[in-house]
């Protein structure tokens, strides 16, 4: 990333003629203004682009969602125990004795008799009426005494209650599909549901405890995105440094870089880590990614190694070197605009490798679980069986599909960028 | 032309799906991890054998199974059980039965197992000076010291052959216990690979069929229970929870006892596959580090245990097998209900979720809040904690992701941390934590064995293992509670010593009682069963019946008795072959049928207390 | 000078000899880049060695642990049971160990395995490894020659729907890990729509079958190895489409393209003998790299299709803490990693005759 801002910022500062400015203020000054110029003809070069623009909106989305969301919506961190695996779009529904069909709102309820079962969403939803109209609790109760939904439910069918809160998957499994027949009998002559729509809809569903996954979607990307970011910036910075220190000396240093990477490359990881778990606690974001970012960095290191290796050779470079410009010239105006597509591509993936090496990490312990991140929703989700069922499989596949989809992002950006900087696919643009 | 290629492809799918159906018919579908050999071998006396869990029984026929739901044995290959006038144990078995390699069954059979129990230095032989064959079918067990935990231990040995181990065990009966030669003999014996397996029981593994999917075990008609099966030929599925779960789906597999997460089970039962549920005995508990203040204050682990609601926690936990525990004694309900008497279980302090209690607990020791809720101890340090779990159990860690939400809700400030799992049990043997997710109690049905979880295994014993000393826990074994002063490590030793049952109920309430005033350990919930059924293609009784109380998994599982009485059948056919010979229908199911008024009552018990509403 | 050193170190002229050889033998640089990878093998297999020892709890506490979860007995009680019937010492010297290790791995013998004596570490990578090899194997040559012919299509129509829809299938293909590719492959095809048999497919070919070069044979094999094909195929396809994307379009503004154009060759001939051939060059050197890590990287999916490799044997050396079986794989993929590396430096001079020049120079 460093890479392409530097690049960025050259290209910027050339058009400004920074070198004459007549006073240091301005000089000062200008700098923010180049960034600023230059962003806007970027996001003008970007609009020709059409992937490229989705991929950018795409990411400045993924921003909003995961670190201005949060501020707005609350974390669910309430059990609800009737409303474990809800199917997408579940919700909590009012369910009415049929003689009473016209109660719809929490309005028309007042003065009568609603019930609530403990331990589900039903309680926080009704507690702002509760002084205009009479709760019944029902107690959730484990398979020992009896459950107490079933109770709450017989209480409807006999208008010992006028009307009940009850959650969408329970009114299809214990209403629409009750195997008792005696039971089935009784529900499907007198119960009705007048408000299909009563609470919030749980837009990904509910996880294995009943809680909204969207709310975990939306709490999940955050650090997550930074570390692998703080991974993948370090492993990538890591990678060129060293790979083209190493291409451009050759020599003993060469030799000595090149060992290290296969040696690093070749040092088993799974032992390793697990040995560290019993050493270190990453319980930062930080430290985490800074990890992650250490140990990432060789695959990158030996292909931008061979890339330079095989750019110095190229003809504009000799000529370059004929006209004795320095190395840096060389390194950053000649060579690295040369290898950005080519790096942009493999910090994505080093992204991506660093956002699964969290959840890699989550399993043996070295990351916090803490930080409820889509790593560890795609954990416990597969881990929990969610898989398997219908109703549940968000848990698992909202994460996945949130990453994948950040790596879409991601990637159509890279490839706007790489077409942007790229002073060969410009000229051909 | 292309349409007929996809319809060809269709055919073909077609006939894939269908051709292990036709093959299947009298073929009982199960499930257990194994490997394949040579990694898996067949010397069941050594690590890494192919032992198949409790489907061992129908291998290597086991000599009794306990009726939990009675107390009573029953035995297998064992005709006639018990303790003689000396007090030693005498077994004498049910003749006419062969093993698959054309032995026939005797005393020798018996000798040899023992003999390498032995040699293996077992639990059973502290109890034991000898054993002596009487005649053909009879053996003697000389006891130094009567228990019902010796007796346990003989009547759930799995029976091997003589002819695959007879030589090794021989030459260990006449050697001394670590004399000349003895360790030698334990490494031929570690590193011993029988041929090829030999079975005693109803079905025998066919070697060349063993691979990493599945293995095949014939109808063995000479062994055990041999002549009175229903199926054919058993399939053994190979693999762990996440490898079985997609055959049960596909309605390949028919039973598994592993334990299924509760998502998962939803899924089975959704597709009308039974789901059926037995206490384990066993589940997680809070751990606390007694060095650390002030977990070891009585009222802190009191307040704890009235600031987690158990019966939310098994329930996100677990779904319906998360029971949550009532009596909190440091065992099992079940257990509690048996051995102790109805006064002193009326006596307990059951911690029914109550904040209030939790709050005045903490402040009758001087605790207060501070202004943003949290609880700061009398020496104004807050009650901030770690609580680590195994990160790879998926129970233990909803339990502990759960526990801690509502211990942070009550005020605690706990922080959570997964821990690899074989690090885990490490950790808490050398004193390296302060909360943790561990077992209380354990699959089995002698109490004083419970208690060695919290008092021996996790309490001060990590040192053994040379994993650096520790302490564990580090809780004083010597307690002071409402009955006085007891130790409560020789107490769960001594309450399975002897066979005066009204002896061991005493010990067995101390210890109740004691841990249910001081909490060494607070216990969370007990695990029950949920194995996955499939009555499209097995046929057992309604799960109803008592024997249904036995163990899921394990010693004394009802479904490897189902079979060994001849009562699990192919769907359609009525359960229990009518005219089989040999041991023929289970005694329990016999007494049931025959409307035994003592079990009247006990069934209606049962029924009423058992856990198998199958879906919501 | 010269004097002098002879006769402080007086050395036969046949030792001499050895001496200069080797000097310039290093010289060579193929023979050094050999020795270097040599000592890496050694320096990670022992680095190995040491960590597999101080990983949690050793082959005697996961036993124990066994026991005592299984078995109310004590502590001392499970603990005397197994460490008497266990060929282990947990307080043997690890220096020992490593020596005798060294020594055994000189004759190319790996030991037996700690938790199930008696079995050679050898024979059991010999049975594990090529199922690994060839589904892996298989998966890879697939997936980069896909993903060869779609890169450079999508570079050719650059900006079309074509393209755009390719780059949205292919970053997120990537982004999804393979082992959810595997468990939905199960359970959308497998289990919903019912499209294969899933017990059948499970093992690496069909048992009753004698093996060998027989019809029947092959054609299982490849049956079973089809899913956890499938699935490294759609799990690493998308990197390599990207990767011939980029490397494809850097190539087609090059001078060469576009002076054979100007030539008038035809468009077939630049494609393959020019832009494809040039283009593929650099995914050659990562294809060399990929291979040596991809055997270590197929443990789940071996796992979830009961597709035994040397990913499961691996584990279950894992699980139990067999520190010779563990060193044994280990020292496999260390080796796979670091000659495939070695392939890719030797050979990437030869690919790339831009390259040769420099190295010569």
Redesign the interface.
Known sequence: MACWIRAFVFQASDDMDIQTAPNPLIAILSIPWAILRGAFRFVGRLRA???GMIGFIGLVAYFIFTFILPRFIEFDNEPNLDEIVGPIGSRIQLAVHQDNAQLVTFEDLAGKTVGVVDQTGGPDLIAPYADTLTIEKYRWTSRRAGPGLEASLIDLANKEIDALLVFSKTVTELIHNQENPELRALFDDNIVISNPALGPPHLLGTDTQGRDIATHVVHGGRVLILTALIGGVISTVIALFLGSIAALTGGVLD?AL??LT??I????R???L??MA?LIRFDNTLYLGVLIGLLGWP?LM??IR??V??L???DFVEVARSLGLSTNHIMFREILPNMI??VM?NFI?SI?FAM?EQ?GLVVLGLAPINDYTWGVM?YFG?SRGT??NPDGASM?LSP?LA??????C???FA?AL?EIF?P??R??V | MTKRIILLAVML?AL??F??ALAQGETLNVAWPY??P??G?FNTF???GIALGQYQDIHEPPLAVLLWATGEYEGMVAEEFGWDADGNYVIKMVEGNSWSDGSAMTADDLMATFNIFRL????VW?NMSGIEKVDDSTVKFVMDAPSSLVERIILTTNLRPASVFGDIADRAAMMDAGGDGWDDL??E???F?PESPVSGGPYTILP???????LMMELNPGGFAGDIQNFDMVRM???ET??VT??V??E??HYITHGIPPTTEEAFANQGIDIVRSGMNNGPGVYVNHAVYPLNLVEVRQAIAYAIDRVQNGVVSLGESGVAVEYMTGMSDGLSDAWLSDDTIDALNTYEHDLMKAEELLQSIGFSRNDAGTWMDDNGDPLAFELTFPQEFADWSAAAENATAQLNDFGFDITTRGV?F??H??DIYSSNFEMAIR?WG???P?P???Y??AY??YNG?GD????GGGGGMNFDNNVDYSGGMVNVFDLS?ASSQGVDQAVQAELVTQLAVSYNELLPAIPLWERYTNNSLNRRFISVPDDSEPIFANFGG?ADNWMTYLILTGVTAPAGRRPGRAGGTGHAIGSLLQRTAAGDPALGTLHQQFAESQIHQRTR | MESRSLNARPVTPGYNKIIDAIRKALKNYTV?VFV??I???W??AT??FL??R?????P??????QI??????????A???VA????FD??ASVLDLYLDWLTDLLRFDLGT?I?????EVI??IARFLPWTVFAVGMGLLISFVLGIILGMTMAYYR?SFL??SL??L???M????N??WG??I??VL??QL???????L???YD?SLVPGLNAAFVLSVFKHAALPIATYVIATLG?WM??MK??T??V???DYVNVAEARGLKDNRIITSYVGRNAAL?LF??LT?AVGFVL?SGVVIE??F???GIG?YLF?A?T??DYTS?QGV?LI??MA??FS?LF??LT?GLL?P??R??GER
Do not use: C, K
């Open positions: 682009n059409t992937s030799s090149t060992a296969n040696l490359l070749a040092i088993p799974f032992p390793l697990v040995v019993g695959p030996r292909a061979s890339q290796l095989s110095r050779e190229r597509s080519y591509i993936f991506t699964y959840i795609l597969r898989l398997y698992a996945v990453i994948a989809f950040f790596q879409v991601l990637v159509l490839r790489e790229d060969r696919l000229a051909a | 799918f894939g799906a051709a292990p490997q394949v040579p990694t071998h050594a690590s890494g293996r230095g077992d639990t502290a334990l490494q014996l570690t590193a690979r060349d069929t063993i691979n990493e999917a599945n599925w190979n693999g996440e490898v997609p055959l789906s596909n390949e597999l690899q074989q690090q049990p490490q077992n354990l699959g089995d002698i004083g064995r419970h060695l979880q021996n295994r014993q053994l293992a040379g994993e030793n394990g | 050094r270097q990878a000592l890496t093998i320096a990670v680095l190995t960590l597999v101080e990983m949690p709890g050793n005697i506490d996961v036993l124990i642990e005592l979860t299984q078995e109310g007995i004590s502590y001392q009680e603990y005397d049971r008497a019937s266990f060929n947990p307080n395995s938790t199930s004596p008696g079995t024979d059991e900006n393209d755009h780059s949205l292919s970053s997120f990537t982004g999804v890990p082992y959810i468990l939905l199960i359970i497998g289990i019912n499209l294969f048999n899933v017990g059948e499970r093992g690496t048992i990197g990207l990767n980029s490397s379009m850097g087609l503004n090059e650099p050197t990562q790299i270590g796992e979830i009961v597709y035994w499961h279950q894992i139990v803490r563990m280990f993929l260390t990693v670091v590396n890719a430096d990437y790339d831009r390259v020049v420099s």
